[in-house]
Structure formats: C-alpha cells, structure tokens
C-alpha cells in the first residue's frame, strides 16, 4: 500500500511559479514511477509529468514542456514538480500519482495509487 500527499498549490499571478510537492509512504517506493496529473473544472484529468524509478527519466505532456521540472528524491521519498511561467490554462486540481510500470505511462489507468489534489489557480 502506498499513501500519498500533495501540497504546495495556490494563487499566483500569470508568469509566476510555484512548487508542488508529494510526499509518500509505503514499501519499496523506489520501485515505482511518479506521475503529474492535473484536472481542470470540466475536463479529463491529463497527464502532466512523468518521472522513472532513479529519477534520471522523464517524460512531460507538450503543454508543459519547458516550464515544468518533475523530480525525485528517493531518500526522502519526495516527489516534486517545479512549475515555471504559468498560465492561466494551468489552473487545475492537481494529483501525484505511483505506479509500477518499466516505461513512462502517461495514462492515468498505468496508476496506481493517487493522492487527494492540490488546488493551482492561476490569475490573469
């Protein structure tokens, strides 16, 4: 069983940044990939971020490419995703996700386990 926590969300203005964090607990953490999903009122929760199991692969949706950094530290048991220049189509819920895949899934069924959300609102 693995249990996770999001936190880190808020309100930032257009062009800010914020952080997210995702701590978890659970056995043999190190073997499983962590994603970003975010779900905007609306809409499907979408991929966001990808990261494999040593943190040296990574994989991002092309909407975020370039802004956002999704990391890991495993000896914290510590995921992050550091959130450059953002939009207002960023504003979203969003969910860490672990799951035990060889590859970078990008669909949310590939999961696991979820967290609760962190809200993000980004302002105009």
């Known amino acids: 069983q693995v249990q996770l926590v999001e936190s880190g969300g808020g309100l930032v203005q257009a062009g800010g940044s914020l952080r997210l964090s995702c701590a978890a607990s659970?056995?043999?953490?190190?073997?499983?990939?962590m994603g970003w999903f975010r779900q905007a009122p609306g809409k499907e929760r979408e991929f966001v971020a990808v990261?494999?199991?040593?943190?040296?692969?990574?994989d991002y949706a092309d909407s975020v490419k370039g802004r956002f950094t999704i990391s890991r530290d495993n000896a914290k048991n510590m995921v992050y995703l550091q959130m450059n220049s953002l939009k207002p189509e960023d504003t979203a819920v969003y969910y860490c996700?672990?799951?035990?895949?060889?590859?970078?899934?990008?669909?949310?069924?590939?999961?696991?386990?979820w967290g609760q959300g962190t809200q993000v609102t980004v302002s105009a």
């Open positions: 990261v494999g199991w040593l943190g040296d692969n990574t």
């Open positions: 659970g056995r043999f953490l190190s073997t499983y990939v």
């Open positions: 996700a672990a799951g035990r895949s060889v590859a970078l899934p990008r669909r949310s069924r590939d999961y696991t386990y």
